[in-house]
């Protein structure tokens, strides 16, 4: 059976990583990064227990424990949030919520005459290997929301966010590899993967 290859520590698949998510970008983009580390990455769609909580740490957290029940591998699960400062945090852990009922241009319409165009996303990665541990990783993004929407690349919110790194242009107008040079996702999975190699190689 397929838990009879899972260790108490490490899975021994080496450097097969367990994706779980629906989001095809997503997955994309977190398996470009995880390349770079030598590490191979597996996309599992299975449905995870889904909390509402103010923190995406703890969502992040509960939903790779959810999975790692579920399958009895060792997964990483990914969750991440628009925090506008203008709108006290908001859409922050209710983002994918907030896209699905009011989209990019229901947040320029709260936006709009607001000055103050600050934000972040911000990333949480999960990885879980037993019920006794689940860890967490953290990346941020910060940046502004732009006056329109642009860029046809990426998803979600991606056509308003512009990184600071690279002022004027949204994540929706960048590539993968380029938007995985500044995103919150990029850099949490990043810590990740330097974690787990250091893990697998002491």
């Keep these: 059976m397929i838990w009879q290859l899972h260790s108490d520590k490490f899975p021994l698949y080496g450097k097969l990583i367990f994706f779980v998510t629906n989001n095809l970008h997503k997955f994309n983009e977190a398996r470009r990064v995880l390349a770079e580390y030598g590490l191979a990455t597996v996309m599992l769609k299975i449905k995870t227990l889904?909390?509402?909580?103010?923190?995406?740490?703890?969502?992040?957290?509960?939903?790779?424990?959810?999975a790692f029940r579920e399958?009895?591998?060792p997964v990483i699960v990914e969750d991440a949030g628009l925090f506008i400062e203008a709108?006290?945090?908001?859409?922050?852990?209710?983002?994918?919520?907030?896209?699905?009922?009011i989209g990019v241009n229901?947040?320029?319409?709260?936006?709009?005459?607001?000055?103050n165009r600050r934000a972040q996303f911000k990333s949480a990665v999960a990885f879980c290997d037993s019920i006794n541990n689940v860890r967490c990783f953290h990346g941020v993004a910060d940046g502004r929301i732009s006056e329109k929407p642009r860029g046809s690349g990426g998803f979600g919110f991606d056509p308003i966010f512009e990184?600071?790194?690279?002022?004027?242009?949204?994540?929706?107008?960048?590539?993968?590899?380029?938007?995985?040079?500044?995103?919150?996702?990029?850099?949490a999975i990043r810590m990740f993967a330097e974690?787990?190699?250091?893990?697998?190689?002491?």
Excluded at 52 to 62: G, H, L
Excluded at 106 to 115: C, E, N, P, R
């Design 50 to 66: 889904e909390v509402q909580d103010e923190d995406i740490k703890n969502i992040a957290k509960m939903s790779a424990l959810s």
């Design 71 to 73: 399958v009895n591998l």
């Design 87 to 101: 709108l006290n945090g908001f859409p922050g852990p209710y983002s994918s919520y907030a896209y699905r009922m």
């Design 106 to 115: 229901g947040i320029l319409k709260l936006m709009d005459g607001v000055d």
């Design 163 to 187: 990184p600071e790194e690279r002022p004027g242009k949204t994540f929706a107008e960048m590539s993968i590899e380029e938007k995985n040079m500044f995103s919150h996702r990029a850099k």
């Design 195 to 202: 974690w787990y190699k250091s893990q697998q190689n002491p």
